[in-house]
């Protein structure tokens, strides 16, 4: 990873809308890989580079789930962080994430529910600033008073 923001937790007394927290990380064929095997995803336009060279993408790709994974990884790491459940998750996928790609992923808090903990949030993946996926999360945020 190539973020440097602290990991641990934000708990809801202390989220705030507009509140953001990102990572960046380079996809290499060994993450491709390593997702291809723990999701048993193995198409070939993941992982054969004659193949995928005849496809819409002429050439390989990256799981779409592997770039959404780190959008996970912000929130499950950073905002809101340890001890938060994911409750659910958008997706569009705009545009193909390629092995060497480096990929920031964004997540920004747009709405609390501070009596249910539930916090909403965008979310996003870009490359050199364009997005390759977009999205929406909701969270259940771990609190000082129940935790």
């Known amino acids: 990873m190539l973020d440097n923001m602290p990991r641990g937790t934000i708990c809801i ?3 705030e809308i507009g ?5 960046r990380k ?10 291809a095997e723990v999701s048993t995803d193995h198409n ?6 004659e193949y995928a060279q005849d496809t819409i993408f002429e050439g390989r790709i990256a799981h779409g789930m592997l770039t959404a994974g780190l959008i996970s990884a ?11 459940v994911y409750l659910g998750q958008t997706l569009k996928f705009l545009a193909p ?4 790609d480096l990929v920031e992923a964004v997540v920004t808090v747009t ?3 501070f009596a249910k903990r539930r916090v909403t949030m965008d979310t996003h993946c870009a ?4 997005k390759v996926l977009r999205g929406e999360a909701v969270v259940l945020a771990p609190s000082r008073k129940f935790d």
Request: charged residues 35%; hydrophobic residues 35%; glycine residues 10%.
């Open 13 to 15: 007394e202390d989220i």
């Open 19 to 23: 509140m953001s927290r990102s990572l």
């Open 26 to 35: 380079v996809v290499t064929d060994r993450d491709i890989e390593l997702f």
């Open 44 to 49: 070939p336009v993941h992982l054969d580079d």
């Open 74 to 84: 912000v929130i499950g790491e950073q905002l809101p962080g340890h001890g938060t």
């Open 97 to 100: 994430v390629r092995p060497g």
């Open 111 to 113: 709405e609390m529910d």
């Open 127 to 130: 490359i050199d600033g364009r």
